[in-house]
């Protein structure tokens, strides 16, 4: 699917002059240059275009707050991996979902370039060692995410950023509905879906205590970037 281009799929031209208006290229510019893959999200968030916005006040804490949660969710499927305590069929989907979210953080990093956060230490507290609760969380996180993005895609300022949120908004989504339906979750229960507040992804985080001020332990090999 790698050489499938965007102007085999849009003949009508329609997603194409969406994004004419989302980012002011041109047509034949997005055509020629957009390919549908695995590597599509990092390869158009690291052009020159949408790699170094103009960045608001607003637009950086947007993209600092999603850069957290990516890094938090990148962590944990990294470790999942590294672990390999989940069962075969877990640890297959995991390995796919946890180099999306690699190449998350990697694409946001270049969105914000020098304004871009490091990423704290995490204890997954036996998490990534339970096929159950992992897949769980999992779903947890992927759905909160997509329903963050959508909730951010009409408060940022710029046009180049809001493309980008919606790049990652799709897959999130798609992350989110794939484990929802290997956990055995109906994927799309409802016809429309909400949206959600910083505060309740906040709330969540906190909860579970992922996030920890120790830190982290030298040494450990993390899976390389596959996304």
Do not use: C
């Amino acid at each position: 699917m790698s050489d499938l281009t965007l102007e085999t799929v849009d003949r009508s031209g329609a997603i194409a002059e969406t994004f004419d208006r989302l980012t002011g290229g041109t047509r034949a510019e997005f055509l020629g240059k957009a390919v549908i893959g695995g590597g599509a999200l990092a390869a158009a968030l690291e052009t020159p275009a949408l790699a170094q916005p103009r960045n608001t006040a607003k637009d950086i804490a947007i993209l600092r707050f999603d850069l957290g949660l990516e890094y938090l969710q990148a962590a944990m499927y990294s470790e999942a991996e590294r672990l390999g305590e989940v069962s075969p069929k877990t640890l297959e989907w995991s390995r796919v979902v946890g180099a999306n979210e690699r190449g998350h953080v990697r694409a946001i990093k270049a969105l914000l370039g020098p304004d871009a956060i490091k990423s704290p230490s995490f204890n997954f507290r036996g998490v990534t060692e339970d096929d159950k609760v992992f897949t769980e969380t999992a779903v947890a996180f992927e759905d909160l995410t997509a329903a963050l993005l959508k909730t951010q895609a009409v408060q940022v300022d710029s046009r180049e950023i809001l493309a980008a949120l919606a790049t990652l908004h799709s897959v999130e989504a798609r992350h989110a509905a794939w484990i929802r339906h290997i956990a055995g979750v109906v994927p799309a229960a409802d016809a429309f879906d909400e949206p959600t507040s910083k505060g309740k992804v906040v709330r969540l985080v906190d909860s579970t205590n992922f996030v920890t001020s120790a830190p982290r332990t030298k040494g450990r090999r993390r899976p390389r970037y596959t996304g």
